[in-house]
């Protein structure tokens, strides 16, 4: 059970702003949003995370809504090597350990 | 830069066979994990381990088994190789303490179990 929905794709032309959504309607008060992207076939890379604030970094922003239940993960500038799948996760971090658990994702194809 | 790297990009295997996946990292991380991953299905943990000789079941352990000897190795085991455990395998590592427990994956072993 991954915890969260996310469109199955999505299209965005070179050079404009990425966005892409991710409902978590049942995260608890101590879970993390993160997101990760897998380019073609390459392994996962971490991107960004959030507890309740709004995020940024250099690779993208995250945007939280008050109420937790969803979020979005904006590229500000898209470009071709943008295009891979998205995943938005949850995660409860521990002192020790935690694990992901992904679900299917948003394919995101950037075009020129 | 943290650097994880897995023995083989591709393998191929005959069912019945005993198969080794070796993953290794280089930032003295004390989290490693093996996932497999097949299209429609996504990513699916098979097994962890959060330090030397620890290891913890994922969601799909049955038909695998894990070894951790040493820090920076993690082994996946397919003591008999099935057709059903044909997929791509990844490995990934992470902090123990801290906040932020990013994980960082290798670039994966696409096995064929023939």
């Known amino acids: 059970d991954a915890k969260t929905t996310q469109p199955p794709s999505m299209d965005c032309a070179e050079g404009r702003a990425a966005n892409l959504p991710c409902n978590h309607s049942t995260i608890s008060g101590n879970e993390y949003v993160y997101w990760y992207r897998q380019i073609h076939s390459q392994g996962p890379q971490y991107i960004i995370h959030g507890l309740k604030n709004n995020e940024t970094n250099e690779m993208a922003s995250l945007i939280i809504t008050e109420d937790r239940k969803s979020s979005t993960l904006i590229l500000p500038h898209a470009t071709l090597r943008d295009t891979a799948v998205y995943y938005c996760i949850v995660r409860v971090i521990t002192a020790g350990y935690s694990t992901l658990t992904f679900g299917k994702g948003t394919m995101l194809l950037v075009s020129p | 830069d943290v650097k994880v790297t897995q023995s083989s990009r591709y393998l191929v295997k005959r069912t019945g066979e005993k198969v080794f996946l070796e993953c290794v990292q280089d930032m003295d991380h004390e989290n490693m994990f093996w996932y497999r991953q097949d299209p429609g299905l996504g990513l699916r943990l098979i097994y962890f381990?959060?330090?030397?000789?620890?290891?913890e079941k994922g969601d799909i352990p049955e038909g695998y088994s894990v070894s951790r000897e040493k820090k920076e190795r993690f082994s996946l085991i397919l003591e008999s190789a099935s057709t059903n455990q044909t997929s791509m395998y990844l490995c990934?590592?992470?902090f123990g303490g801290g906040a932020v427990n990013e994980q960082f994956f290798g670039p994966g072993t696409r096995l064929t179990v023939l």
């Open positions: 381990s959060y330090d030397v000789k620890m290891k």
């Open positions: 990934a590592s992470s």
